[in-house]
């Protein structure tokens, strides 16, 4: 059926009231998501939108309103707090939108997310979690991809970029193929969910028959997740990498996005999946096709 | 976020690291009073004349020149201020050299190297040391990897004292070299901190005459990310003539923009979308002029902005608007893009692919605005295009 986000997910909006978390708020709550709650600090009594409570303390929203995921759509300056005070609130899933957090605080937050379990983090820097639905079957929509172009389905989509997701989604949509879940996971150097912990939630997920896995230059979370594939993963999975002709040394947009002393090519990750058997898509716009030709 | 040796041991300074004695000069009479003065200062003839630019190897590009003397030091920086230097790390077109450092020359007795680093696998701060010093690191790495001795600091609890240990009985160190590195160490590792360093380099870390631990050379990059941090240091330490204008100008509409070397300017929305487009332009045989992300959050103003860069840049020969609208909006973009056009003209093919949020909208601006522009439906139809519209024009 899916991962991480479903119909039953009641949602917290950790900086609702501003014009990012207001404006996507909004949207969330349009394609059914629950919006259980609003943290703003300040502006605990009030209500967001005739809709939901705001409350001062994620503590207090989660005590009060059964949260168990957040959304985090705070600036950089007060995200890392923002993320710990949901995750020390005890919420299990926190995922964080914001982009531009420092990597000291990110080093800070994964080391205090490193010694506990209940929470899991997506992000930061990423699009977000949706499970798509229908007027009759709901889906969960958290975060700020456009609803419109997905179906709901049975293909998982796992991505460091937000647009190559929606172009992935898009492509399978146009073929009517629709899909579980899609997750972005961010393009941050240090984030608090990678590719084989959703690669392994979509290889137990009895609804979920195939994945679309994108990556891009940077780090080596792509050459794990290779050697990971070729021993656990067992459905259809197809592959595109961004990046081929980015100059080394340069950050691509994306935090997480630069080729250092010679590591994090896309030629050395596009070399790591296909020795594990993924099918990677020679341009963007064949992934979509890529994966539909694994599942005949 | 790159700044010059000399800032970075000026930071050094403030931390307490040693460094050797130096002064900046911007002229050729400022190198030799610099030298003078040093001089004088160490009762030592040896000066050093460094050319400071934004990148590494300038001692084997000619950069670099240690000398006996004032005049001598004049000759040196006579012949370094000006020229274009050309490292490993400069590219071929090298950089220009505008300013130099006059340093006082120590006695070395053995060159290390030292550096900290983020680690993104074990996600922690990296110290990496070796023997082999005053080299390119990246050779040590690839030929002899078991010379690289690295410890991890751990954010919670921060450097540990067995961990200096490790690394200064691995350098081989004399009793008092080790306590004047264990000194060092933990103050760089303070500073890295701090400061927000993503990268603090020292290359090389010598051992002196009289078995000080020194800072030779010095390199510190910041993580962009903390500027709100930092703001009045970083604003008087950024060196623009470093780096690309198109690259400044657009950071200022919060634009990330790269310039290269092809003749297909792009502009796309997202990261992995705009890398990729470069890409697919590449896959079909052509060469992106620029990577260039305009955001989600991107005005009318912004847009306006980047496509004019892209319309005033000499090299381009087609361009290619690739947007999947999730939070930009697509109307926002065809705005921006007939703008840019209304005000400077558009004397290349372009190619625009609009998808995602107000996309009809969109395409009724472009439509109206009556401007030559071939539509696409899919990312490598718009490269293909584009890539034959440009060299059908070239």
Redesign the interface.
Known sequence: MSIFVNADTRLLVQGITGSAGSFHATQMLEYGTQIVAGVTPGRGGQRWNDHAPIYDTVREAAEKEGVNASVIFVPPPFAADAILEAADAGIELIICITEGIPVMDMLKVRRVLDTQTRSRLIGPNCPGVITPGTKDKPGCKIGIMPAKVHLPGRMGVVSKSGTLTYEAVGQLTALGIGQSTAVGVGGDPINGTDFIDVLSRFQEDPDTDGVIMIGEIGGNAEELAAAWIKDNFTKPIAGFIAGRTAPPGKRMGHAGAIISGGKGTADAKIAALEEAGVKVAPTPSDMGTTLASLLS | MKIHEYQAKSLYQKYGIPTPKGILALSIAEAKEAAKKLIAETGSEVVVVKAQIHAGGRGKGGGVKVVKGADAAEAAAKEILGMTLVTH?TGPEGKEVQRLYIEQGLEIATEMYLALA?D??S???AIMASTEGGVEI?KV?EETPEKILKVFV???IGLMPYQTRQLAFGLGLSKKAQKSFAKLLSKLVDLF?AE?C?IAEINPLVVTGDEDVVALDAKVNF????E??HRDLWESLKDLSEEAPTETEAKKYDL?F?Q?DGNIGCL?????????T??????FGGE?AN?L?VG??ATEEAVTKAFGIILESKSVRGIFVNI????MQCDIVATGVVNATRNLGLKVPLVVRL???NVEEGKKILAESGLAITAAD????G?ETIVALAKAGA
């Open positions: 790390q983020i993104r696998e996600r922690r701060v990246e790495a751990d954010p919670a901190v927000d993503s993580d962009d990310n903390a709100f941090r990330s790269i290269l796309v929305n997202g990261a992995g979308l705009a890398m990729s470069m890409d697919t332009i590449k896959h992106p990577f992300d989600g959050g999947f609208g999730g939070i998808e995602g949020t899919t990312m490598a139809e490269a």
